[in-house]
């Protein structure tokens, strides 16, 4: 779901961005230009150019998929975050759909999961104050949650069909941003690994778990990814390249304005042979899919789970003169049979985010 909203921030985007727009045909450009200066000089009441434009931006970016987004100048840095540092807060993934706080994931070890706070609650209310359907944004909801560690924040959620609230009162603490939060022998011989993003430190602390676990007479292992909503395309076929023989195919990637690239795996992987279980749920995403589906498409190991959450488009950044960003959808994930990751969403975001 990520779904969960990761990113690296690339100069490339800046040139291509301004490429882009020369290519955009005139008479288009010229419309919108005049449209602007038209609003601009002669509406009954005054109007921010530069927030028209904003708004124009996200309204186009809108009717395009469910990845496609625009992130503002102030979330850029928070964007990051999850996938390169620590930061103090509640502990919690999030996204608006409907104007509502989505929980997509609770951070294993933080606050908001000890508590008991799930995936999919809806957050109503803030320190009594209602959040839902006032037109909330990113950055307002980061300011409202964040805050410096052992200071309290109230929430009010709704969970499930439910019309109750449930108050929580949680105490901010720093969110350590781990991407492997379990290993350990599950028999004398089958080691588990749970990885919860695919983030810079994954590979670091997949390669110190399963090292520990070999050193344990571990022979079989069960990779537990769900609820992993993705990270970094590169960290995947890493992961992947740890199971599949030379020159084996991971994942290809291909749009209509990008030519193919294939993803293989080398002669490095450490555990090539030994059993092999992939668990995987609704909320397995992304990068997720990258490795599950090569691992099933080679019959390398078993995939044991629900369907996964079906995010195959991948996205690429390109900054904008004013520090903000359009995150958009340049291509498709496939497997190695040529499956399309990326499950339908004709029928809008809401119907999109809420099939399982």
């Known amino acids: 779901m990520r779904f969960m909203k990761y990113i690296i921030i690339v100069f490339s985007g800046i040139i291509f961005s301004i490429s882009i727009f020369a290519q955009t045909t005139g008479k288009a450009a010229d419309k919108f230009r005049t449209t602007l200066n038209i609003v601009t000089a002669a509406y009954v009441d005054t109007v921010d150019p530069d927030k028209l434009v904003e708004d124009a931006i996200i309204g186009m970016l809108d009717k395009l998929d469910p990845h496609s987004v625009y992130i503002s100048k102030e979330e850029v840095k928070e964007m990051n975050e999850p996938l390169l540092g620590n ?44 959040v839902a359907g006032i037109g909330i944004k990113n950055n307002d909801v980061l ?56 983030a810079q430190t994954t590979m670091e602390e997949y390669q110190k778990a399963i090292s520990e676990l070999k050193a344990q007479g571990m022979k079989n292992l069960i990779l537990d990814l769900r609820g992993n909503g993705g990270g970094f395309l590169h960290v995947s076929t890493q992961l992947a390249d740890e ?24 002669s490095k992987g450490n555990f090539e042979s030994g059993k092999l279980v992939i668990l995987i749920d609704e909320a397995s995403a992304s990068a ?16 044991i789970g629900r369907r996964s959450f079906g995010k195959g488009l991948v996205q690429k950044p390109y900054n904008l003169p004013d520090g903000s960003m359009l995150r958009l959808t340049t291509a498709r994930y496939y497997t190695p049979s040529g499956r399309c990751i990326q499950k339908p969403y004709e029928e809008g975001k809401e119907a999109y985010y809420k099939d399982l």
């Open 243 to 266: 199971f599949l023989p030379d020159k084996k195919l991971i994942v290809y990637t291909e749009g209509s304005k990008q030519t193919r690239q294939d993803s293989y795996a080398t």
């Open 87 to 130: 930061f103090e807060g509640v502990g919690i993934q999030f996204q608006i759909i409907k104007d509502t706080i989505l929980v997509v994931n609770a951070i294993p070890g933080g606050p908001s999961e000890k508590l008991g706070i799930q995936a999919g609650d809806k957050i109503i209310k803030v320190n009594d104050t209602i």
């Open 288 to 303: 997720s899919e990258i490795v599950s589906g090569a691992v099933q498409d080679w019959d390398r190991g078993l995939i």
């Open 143 to 198: 300011k409202k949650l964040r805050g410096d560690k052992g200071t309290k924040v109230k929430v009010a959620i709704q969970r499930g069909s439910s019309n109750e609230l449930i108050d929580y009162v949680i105490t901010r603490d720093k969110i350590p941003i781990y991407s492997v939060d379990a290993w350990y022998m599950a028999t004398p011989e089958i080691g588990y690994v749970r990885i919860t993003r695919f």
